[in-house]
């Protein structure tokens, strides 16, 4: 799991969860050790047993109406115990003040403390996703990556080799754009592969005589898109440098395995006059066949072998 801080969770889900930090700024580096959220309803009534204190915890309605019911002497002490146990922040939903026996106590223990305006159940919800994809496993990669027809291409090859040129081209013929140069990719919860951009680079591009281009400004927002799942790699190279690895039929595709993931990969030598955007959006098509059931090699190899059998015998 990747270490993640409640800065972290801010930053990811701050607008999107509505967060403001109540108090406790200046401890927000503490770390989240376990991705989960956790209601202490238990806790607050003194049973630490199975306490979940490595988790955010959140105090909804009926925590609330709970501290409430306690005198401020019995509240402090069952909020103490609790931020004694060395929780990484508390969140309170429904945009209710925090009570100022929390704020002691957390002020004391050093923990930071959020609210948000949204429901419990529908906080934690989001929440929770948010926390997923902030503990997934990642990794950055030297390649530019599109959308084409609802298919995630990864562009790569040797630096010059025409990566972000061809991306600005599929750009031009009405696709869009998910990162340049460098693609950031994550394995989510249910085991796919997503690509994003890094933030610092997001929906920008760098076109070698040209310079830095920002692509929404030019083509639209349609052009670009934050976040695509990884289908298919295209590695670009020189014609003669690596042919032998070029498949021919496609009867024998290749894959390579990111983060446990087999993803399809195509090798595409690249020659003066070729239209490799055009070459790359039909592999992009030919993949989304296959992945509803139409393998245009296996049908004609099929097709083959019943002609010759049928002729031999």
């Known amino acids: 799991m990747r270490p993640v801080t409640v800065r972290d969770f801010i930053e990811a889900g701050g607008s999107m969860l509505s967060l403001t930090v109540a108090a406790g700024g200046e401890h927000v580096d503490r770390h989240i050790p376990e991705e989960a959220l956790n209601r202490p309803g238990l806790a607050l009534a003194g049973f630490f047993q199975y306490f979940a204190n ?40 429904r945009n209710r003040h925090a ?44 390649g530019s990556m599109v959308d084409i027809m ?38 989510d919860s249910s085991g796919v592969i997503m690509g994003s951009a890094p933030e610092i680079t997001r929906y920008h591009m760098e076109i070698r005589g040209l310079g830095i281009i920002h692509v929404p400004s030019l083509f639209g927002v349609a052009s670009i898109r934050r976040e695509m799942r990884l289908d298919l790699i295209v590695r670009l190279h020189p014609v003669g440098d690596g042919d032998e690895d070029d498949d021919r039929t496609g009867l024998q595709p290749g894959t390579r395995d990111v983060m446990g993931v ?52």
Not at 75 to 91: D, G, M, N, T, Y
Not at 151 to 162: D, K, R, S, T
Not at 279 to 284: D, G, L, S, T
């Open 99 to 142: 009570f100022p026996e929390l704020l002691r106590a957390a002020k004391a223990h050093r923990i930071p403390v959020l609210r948000s305006p949204m429901i419990t159940s529908r906080f934690i919800n989001a929440a929770t996703i948010i926390m997923e994809n902030l503990v997934a496993p990642r990794q950055r990669v030297q």
């Open 262 to 313: 087999e993803i399809p990969l195509i090798s595409l030598p690249v020659a003066p006059g070729r239209d490799m955007a055009h070459v790359i959006e039909v592999a992009a098509l030919n993949q989304k066949l296959k992945f509803l059931g139409h393998d245009a090699a296996k049908e004609l190899d099929a097709k083959l072998i019943a002609v010759l059998t049928e002729k031999g015998g």
């Open 54 to 93: 490595r988790r955010i915890q959140v105090i909804g309605l009926a925590e609330g109406a709970y501290l409430k019911s306690l005198t401020p002497q019995e509240r402090e002490k069952r909020l103490q115990a609790v931020c004694a146990r060395h929780i990484p922040c508390f969140v309170i939903t």
């Open 150 to 187: 609802g298919i995630g291409v990864l562009i790569e090859g040797a630096p010059g080799i025409g990566k972000s040129e061809t991306a600005l081209a599929m750009v031009e013929r009405g696709h869009s754009l998910v990162a340049d140069d460098v693609t950031e990719l994550r394995k």
